[in-house]
């Protein structure tokens, strides 16, 4: 079993965010509170005011406020947790010797939210059908819509209510049995006619993986003749009919095998390997129809490779491993005519294999538009077009989400 967050948008109404702002501002108040109690017990005591300590303090402070009895227990113990947490970074700093930094006071723009402990105290969870989308009934504020989805999902465990940019998220924890695990690498990918793949990652990283064998030259050539010799053998009731269509179709169900195989561990090695999958929205319809005469002759290998069939694979093991799944939208990127080094575009044709432009850049043409993607999804496209698929909308929520850290994303 595996701890991962869903985070979800909350779409509160006006009173509700009324009245998130202030439980927000309660807990922003108990946080500075506690903080100040600490530091007023060691200036008198030089004695340490512990979590388990605060948290009988908070019991006599809700007996004694009206507005903070209304508030959930334990999220204000998770608070407290918060600030000791603060506490406990702080001397493990100081005792590496690093620059101590005490716990500050939050201001507002400070303070991002508070959680919840368990499941069903002060929260509530409605998920739609495998976890996407629904409400959240949270006490003293009601039944709030949210949209969102689980990659995995799982038991729910605890929730975090967080406040950014004027937006509200909810990031849900399920423990959950994620069939895949993911890597932690970002790449692009293009996938083309010479090979069958090219992945980029890092500055010198390319992987290409090559056409597979399985519908080369030859083997077609051994089908044509299986599929000659059945219909030569008119006799649609003669054995030496019967054997033929037999030895035909034993062909084509180790071809079709082969061809599963090599589609299932080409996928499952990617998935394996990196935790951003940057690529091309598909089309194969765009990809064969009207393509010219060059690509016409092109038909039958991009056919033969089945790239819908390989994307489709890729993107569900992708998924089950939690990792990020980029689509880049073509049209708009136009990865195959810009230079992944300067950002120049020129129109290629689909002969030119080279990509060589007046910046010094140089390699394939797949390489570059690998690279492109790459880039895309880098610079932060990446997150926004994972966000709108989660509904949320800022950067973080999406590395939270994400049990696998992207390097490259967090730097
Ligand atoms: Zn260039």
């Excluded at 508070?114 to 009601?142: I, N």
């Excluded at 992945?199 to 597979?212: H, I, K, M």
């Excluded at 019967?242 to 180790?254: C, D, G, H, I």
């Excluded at 940057?278 to 290998?301: F, H, P, V, W």
Aim: with cysteine; glycine share 8%; proline share 3%.
């Amino acid at each position: 079993m595996e701890l991962r967050k869903i985070t979800y948008r909350m779409y509160p109404g006006t009173s509700q965010t009324e009245k998130l702002d202030e439980l927000l501002g309660l807990h922003r108040r108990v946080y500075n509170t506690a903080l100040e109690e600490r530091i007023r017990v060691y200036g008198e005591s030089k004695k340490s005011l512990g979590f388990a300590a605060q948290c009988k303090e908070i019991t006599v402070w809700r007996k004694q406020c009206e507005v903070l009895a209304t508030v959930n227990a334990q999220s204000l113990q998770v608070t407290l947790k918060r600030l000791d947490l603060a506490y406990a970074s702080f001397f493990r700093r100081v005792k590496a010797g690093e620059t101590a930094g005490f716990p500050r006071f939050k201001a507002v723009q400070r303070f991002s939210g508070w959680g919840y402990k368990t499941h069903g105290d002060g929260w509530r969870l409605h998920a739609g059908d495998k976890m996407r989308h629904g409400h959240v009934r949270l006490s003293g504020v009601g039944m709030v819509k949210l949209r969102g989805q689980a990659r995995t999902p799982g038991i729910v465990k605890t929730a975090e209510v967080q406040h950014k940019d004027g937006r509200w998220y909810l990031s849900v924890t399920v423990e959950c049995e994620p069939r895949r695990t993911g890597g932690t690498e970002a790449m692009g990918m293009d996938w083309g006619l010479e090979t069958f793949a090219t992945v980029c990652s890092g500055e010198n990283d390319t992987l290409s993986v090559p056409n597979p064998r399985f519908l080369d030259k030859p083997q077609r050539q051994k089908i044509k003749v299986l599929k000659q010799a059945v219909s030569r053998k008119t006799n649609k009731r003669s054995n030496n009919r019967r054997k033929a269509v037999a030895l035909l179709s034993a062909e084509s169900r180790r071809v079709a095998n082969r061809r599963k195989d090599f589609l299932h561990k080409t996928s499952a090695k990617l998935v394996n390997q990196y935790g951003l999958i940057a690529t091309e929205q598909l089309s194969i319809k765009n990809m064969t129809a009207n393509g010219g005469e060059y690509k016409k002759g092109l038909n039958r290998s991009i056919l033969d490779t089945a790239p819908s069939t390989f994307l489709n694979l890729l993107k569900t093991k992708a998924e089950e491993a939690g990792s990020l799944w980029v689509e880049v939208p073509t049209r708009q990127v136009k990865p195959s005519q810009t230079c992944h080094r300067c950002g120049s575009q020129r129109k290629k044709l689909l002969s030119e294999r080279k990509h060589q432009c007046d910046c010094g850049a140089s390699c394939s043409r797949d390489e570059n538009a690998a690279r492109v993607m790459l880039n895309w999804a880098l610079s932060g496209n990446a997150t926004g077009q994972e966000l709108s698929e989660a509904g949320s909308g800022c950067r973080l929520a999406v590395q939270n989400r994400e049990t696998p850290l992207i390097a490259a994303l967090a730097a």
